[in-house]
């Protein structure tokens, strides 16, 4: 009878858990309820606006693949902007609902996602149904996920997905499962399509961590091999924006200057201190959204898991070591990883707090689940009951009330002009969104990195149009659209069509006769004497290229999948 019950119970699970990430899902639309569709927001919310209104328009409105961006810094690429947020399966709801409405209907969604990530991790390590809520409500309620959405900081939102990565990877890890490698590695890749290079790269090395210490626990080199297939499927899944962007990083690097020095006290601020304000100050001169990354008394079970299960050793390792990575320049591990590519053009080692969390998640589990398995006539189940919804209710007051703090700073746009033009500077000098959506580009604009150009503002020197003849002539534009722009001109002699955006070598000609090239960085086309029509069209060849090799990684992936268990 007890184990029809047991069966019973079991098979309810996946509905409990979907019942469960539901309820916090909930819990997070409702602090922003009725607000969805307002342009509202304080920080970098501005900046991924304008992403998203670029893409949904140039779809929209154009019916193009949204490839490059007029309205940034004289024109840059779009697909190829290492944190353009498009490739999401959730950009339906941006498709949908429009990018303001859409953009924030991903936050209850990340919430689902991260909760139920958290319980699955815990029940792929053999965690009781009890035991494994820790990791769920810590990662899914910490503050880290609220101080990044308030802030507008979407794409490291993408951070949700780690726990799911994590479980297929333990998974892969069993000499049966090898082919879970493929989901971990697709999951990942979502994360570099979704979040870009700091939560692909800082979710990477908490894997390798865990890795690392599993290979000494196990006494097999089978994680290493399970690591480079994740690596190899992520890279493949995510080739349609790697090979773009990577293209665009080179040409474009970034090389942060400033340090950043987190001792122990500032890091025991941001992962106990109740007030996690993201627009506090912190100890270490960046606003509290950099910083926290609550765990409360959720640490309570997660010493229990550190003295007392092995099972934890493999977490206890990688917390530790995530734990110095944060220190950042107070430490010593920072300043050695940060020589290496690719964490050379990252900044914020603080941001490593938020697999920290997961980690403490799951170290609380373990601690739980010894605590439930004490023979003392329940007294230990009802302590870890106890003790779990005590830290449960506490980080859910820490955390969730601080998303009603995104309802804030509502814009209003006016207008848009009947031509695009390019100005020097938006709204407050770091509004792009507002320029955009009165259909302008900003030269002087805010990115990932400096991006230096030679376009004219309107009312700056040397402006001469957003077109222009070097030489005799007349040009006429014909039809303005983000990928594709055409022109009638008309010329007595050869000369040059200047257009004021960015040169990039994805603009190709594709109707009329001339030659696409570089004027003091400046697109621009060098054309023979007469009359005709010329079309200038962004191609996007690096991202063709990439969309084909992340079909091919799939069908390896559904192979790999198929092929009997090893």
């Known amino acids: ?35 969805f569709g307002e342009i509202l927001g304080m920080g970098d919310w501005d900046f991924f606006y304008e992403l998203q209104w670029v893409s949904y328009r140039t779809i929209h409105d154009f019916h193009q693949l949204p490839l490059w961006n007029p309205y940034q810094c004289g024109g840059m690429p779009l697909l190829g902007n290492p944190q353009s947020h498009t490739l999401t ?12 409405a859409g953009l924030k209907l991903e936050l209850p969604i990340f919430m689902a996602i991260a909760w139920s990530g958290g319980y699955v991790l815990a029940r792929t390590l053999k965690m009781t149904p009890l035991a494994a809520l820790a990791p769920a409500f810590l990662f899914a309620c910490s503050s880290w996920f609220f101080e990044k959405a308030v802030f507008g900081q979407i794409s490291m939102l993408a951070f949700v997905y780690m726990p799911w990565i994590f479980a297929a990877a333990w998974k892969a890890m069993e000499r049966e499962n090898f082919r879970y490698s493929a989901i971990a590695g697709a999951i990942l890749g979502l994360v570099f399509l979704e979040g870009g290079p700091y939560p692909f790269t800082i979710t990477l090395t908490a894997l390798a961590l865990v890795i690392a210490a599993t290979v000494v626990t196990s006494r097999s080199g089978r994680p290493i ?21 990577a293209v665009v990083a080179a040409q474009h690097p970034r090389f942060p200057s400033d340090t950043q020095f987190n001792t122990l006290d500032v890091l025991r601020t941001a992962l106990f201190s109740p007030n996690q304000g993201p627009l506090q100050g912190s100890p270490n001169g960046w606003g509290f959204w950099e910083l926290g990354a609550y765990i409360g008394p959720f640490f ?29 320049d107070a430490g010593w591990l920072w300043p050695i990883v940060h020589r290496l590519p690719i964490f050379d053009s990252l900044r914020m080692p603080s941001r490593f707090l938020i697999p920290l969390v997961l980690m403490v998640g799951v170290v609380a589990g373990f601690g739980l689940q010894w605590l439930c398995a004490l023979d003392w006539h329940l007294a230990g189940l009802a302590a870890a009951l106890v003790i779990l919804v005590g830290s449960t209710v506490n980080t859910m007051l820490v955390g969730i009330p601080l998303m009603g703090q995104l309802i804030n700073f509502l814009q209003h746009p006016g207008p848009p002009s009947a031509a695009f033009t390019q100005i020097g500077f938006g709204p407050d000098n770091n509004k792009q969104l507002i320029a955009a959506l009165e259909n302008h580009g900003v030269v002087h604009c805010y990115a990932y990195t400096k991006w230096p150009t ?28 983000p990928n594709a722009l055409t022109y009638r001109v008309d010329l007595p002699a050869p000369g040059v069509l200047v257009i004021n955006q960015n040169y990039d070598s994805s603009w190709r000609l594709r109707l009329g006769a001339g030659k696409v090239f570089a004027h003091d960085g400046r ?23 990439g969309f084909l090799v992340s079909i091919a990684t799939l069908a390896v992936a559904i192979l790999v999948w198929r092929a009997r268990p090893s």
């Open 1 to 35: 009878m007890l184990s029809d019950r047991l069966a019973g119970i079991r098979r309810m699970e996946p509905i409990l858990v979907a019942l469960g990430a539901l309820g916090i899902a909930l819990m997070g639309a409702w602090q922003i309820r009725g607000h």
């Open 89 to 100: 399966p959730w950009f339906i709801l941006t498709l949908i609902f429009g990018p303001f």
């Open 225 to 245: 091999a399970v690591l480079l297939a994740i690596v190899l499927f992520a890279v493949g899944f995510s080739a349609a924006k790697l090979f773009p962007a």
């Open 300 to 328: 309570i079970p997660a010493i229990v898991g550190v003295f007392y299960t092995r099972r934890a050793a493999v977490w206890i390792f990688a917390a530790i070591m995530l734990l110095w990575l944060a220190r950042g």
């Open 454 to 481: 030679t376009v004219a503002a309107y009312d700056e020197p040397g402006y001469r149009g957003e077109q222009y003849l070097l030489g005799r002539g007349s040009v006429m534009l014909q039809r303005w659209s």
């Open 523 to 545: 697109l621009a086309v060098q054309l023979a004497a007469g009359t005709q029509e010329i079309k200038l069209w962004y191609m996007g060849l690096r991202a063709t290229i």
